[in-house]
Every structure is written in C-alpha cells, then in structure tokens.
Nanobody, 123 residues
Framework: VQLQASGGGLVQAGGSLRLSCVASGRTSSSYTMGWFRQAPGKEREFVAAINWSGSRTAYGESVKGRFTISSTNAKKTVYLQMNSLKPEDTAVYYC?????????????????WGQGTLVTVSS
C-alpha cells in the first residue's frame, strides 16, 4: 500500500487547511485510514481516524471540535479538515493505513505510512 498525502502549508492562527491522502496498491475491502502528527522534539501523536465505510471515527483530545476527518471509499481517499488552527498544531502530519479496519489511536496499529506533509501555523 502506498500513501500520498498533500495539502499542508503555512496558515495564520484561526485559519483552515484541508489535508488529503490517497491510498493505492493492494488495499483490503475493510480498512482504517488515519492521521498522526509530529512536532519538532515531540513524539508522534494521534490526530484522527476513520474506517472504510465512514461509519466510525476517532479524534485526539487536542483536535476535537476543530478537525473533521472524512473519506471517499471508492477513491480510497481520506481528508482532514482543520479549522481554528493554533500555533501548537504546527507539525508534520502523517497519513496512516491499517488493514484490520479497527479505528485505533495507537500508531503501532497502523501498517503503512505516508511521507508526511508540513503544516505551519503562525501566531
């Protein structure tokens, strides 16, 4: 499975960005796609995840109410709409893919990772 993430960039605090990630290759009929982020000097942390049907989602505490994850199953694409961005949201955002279909928050559950896209929020 290959993952291609896009949509990062520079935005002012309070602004919005939308990240996209497309999965290709030998994906399964049931899967989970998620987003993690890693700020300089910090561990990679869970942001959001969604299952293949879109029926189940999960969010990290720091982004609840501001970020929304969605997906297009037919296109095996996941989106992360990020609103009310804060400087502390600055990080490299990684797309992840899990073949089990379980909506998990631990990075060890994910089998494949994208290259990351940088989001910078200025104050």
């Amino acid at each position: 499975v290959q993952l291609q993430a896009s949509g990062g960039g520079l935005v002012q605090a309070g602004g919005s960005l939308r990240l996209s990630c497309v999965a290709s290759g030998r994906t399964s009929s049931s899967y989970t796609m998620g987003w993690f982020r890693q700020a300089p000097g910090k561990e990679r942390e869970f942001v959001a995840a969604i299952n293949w049907s879109g029926s189940r989602t999960a969010y990290g505490e720091s982004v609840k109410g501001r970020f929304t994850i969605s997906s297009t199953n037919a296109k095996k694409t996941v989106y992360l709409q990020m609103n009310s961005l804060k400087p502390e949201d600055t990080a490299v955002y990684y797309c992840a893919f899990d073949l089990s279909g379980i909506v998990g928050t631990r990075l060890q559950m994910y089998d494949y990772w994208g290259q990351g896209t940088l989001v910078t929020v200025s104050s």
